[in-house]
């Protein structure tokens, strides 16, 4: 019979594992493909380069009490979507998801099968994106003094990606005259938050599936950014996950242009439509300026329109959506059946 | 007369200037070299990248009330010490360091005067060691429910850097017949740790300013790193953060090799040695399985002495001392007066 050790049973904590045996666990799941010279388990990782192209590099922390509370996120969910929101962001450049770095802040009383589902989360859609995890750091979580509760548990993720010189996707290029689009449907992902906090004293609510699985597991549409990288479509590109409203701002300040919306044309669902009609609250309003939406807002002159139908058929079930055009003018505007509305600004951390 | 937001004076706090404003401030204290295609603004970084050499990559975090307490670390150092713990790494594997992404969860309560402190002791550190951070995240670090207390303060830093193909130390090379050498003078942090943490209650204690200053400002041995690499004399190279018990045991484990330290030889300062035996604490004993010192063992076979002393000769007041010898034996261990030690494991997150 096999005989486990006591300390690496679901059950156990971190803090019973310690820092060494958890770093040989994680790498003992880990597999690296050829170009990493040197893998986990020295100073630093040592990476081939990837030849003729620019790197992408961003960070994202992901942080408990924050970000998600684990009373209504699984922690597979916790782990996918903490290296989604950065893969998202390589998406918005155009680039390929190619390493990350894995710091993680772990309370000590996390449980090693708490762990592992964290994990399997995250490597799950690693290996989906084609993107390996190098290295990393493990940090105890501060317990509070004088407090009986724990230190937050923070995933704070780094990649790195590969474009080509012509093909990164920036803020800074659209132009009057272009139109206006959007990947996926929006909106979603705020309803599902605020039904899962609901659903937590009231069992019966699960009308609201699809926007709980568009909050917990956001699907970051990297395909879609290589494919608008690669065919030179898109003149800007934005992911809008501190909302649509901002990601307008963005374009419009980086690129000077002015943006006008079509409230009509937004891709909401009917789904977010009825939550919102239920709570008394404006669906588009609250859509433009709640964030946590992984899509990309782009922008692409209307000659390109072929080529934008012929991507849109490489990509299985995401609609892309025409939701307005670039103007001269640097004002930003939503035309609605009552009248413009002027954008609200965004989720933003410490408002 | 010009006029200052109260918003951006010193004693306002993060939460009242908001994370738009915070990204925009420490944006403004930024200078981007011309390898940098595309800096922070956008969803990620482009860098071009570094012609016919690999690329290292790792990340460190530092953590408040695990790795720092802001009642005796001033934040300037806090700020400095966050980006040395991942230079050094970058050091132990001859790596030239370049770019760095800074991850900061922030409480609400800091203020702005705290957060140019911390930005100014860490990007005097990235000038002198000519790293540019190329991108960022901020975070808002989650108050602790049913208490007073703020959220930790937490400082994650991913760094990156540039290694000729041969250039590369690694811990896995060391060969019997090398000589074992380390960098600097060894155990003086965890002393001014001890002594700061004493000083809080004793002002008079200033006797032990050397080893504070070992504590709150490491220097990482970037350019002794460079040089061992560049001068290929290295045969193995790590940096013993984790304490050197524990990084002698790193090499000779990746090695396959024994490692026999002269107690004798250590760079161990006298004041380290008087701490010790006021405490009545083993002074090598104690050096041996603390970490926190930042400096470099590395191995090296005897016909390079010359070498050594060539480079030595480069490197301003930085000791360069043989500490023992690899054996054959895969057995490590540590030759004193009272004969022949086992080496302690070194500090490890959750112990």
Redesign the interface.
Known sequence: MATTSPKTTPAST???????A?IAHIRSLLAMPDWV??GP??????????PR?????????F?????FDRKFCPLDAVGHKALAINL???A??G?KPR?A???L?LP?ELTIGDLDNLLNGLLSLANRSKITI?????????A????S?Q??L?I?V?V??N?G?RR?L??SGARPGDEIYVTGSIGGSVVGLHSLQATLNNSKQSRFETCHTRYLWPEPRVRIGLLLGRNRIASAC??ISDGLGNAVKQISE?SKVGMVLDAQCLPIEQIVHDWHAEQGTDAIAETLSQGDDYELLFTMPPKYRNRLLAINGLIDNIAITKIGVVTKKCEVSIQTSKGNLDLPHGF????
């Open positions: 971190v803090a019973k594992l310690g820092e060494r958890l010279y040197l388990g020295d100073d630093a990782a040592i990476l081939e380069q990837e192209t620019l790197e992408a590099l961003t960070t994202d922390a942080v408990e009490h924050v970000h998202s962001d390589l918005a450049m680039a390493a770095l894995l710091s802040v000590g190098v290295g990393g750091n493990i940090s105890r979580s501060p509070v003094p004088r407090a509760e230190g937050p923070i704070d780094a790195t990606g474009v010189r990164v920036t803020r934005i992911d980086a933003e951390h410490f408002r």
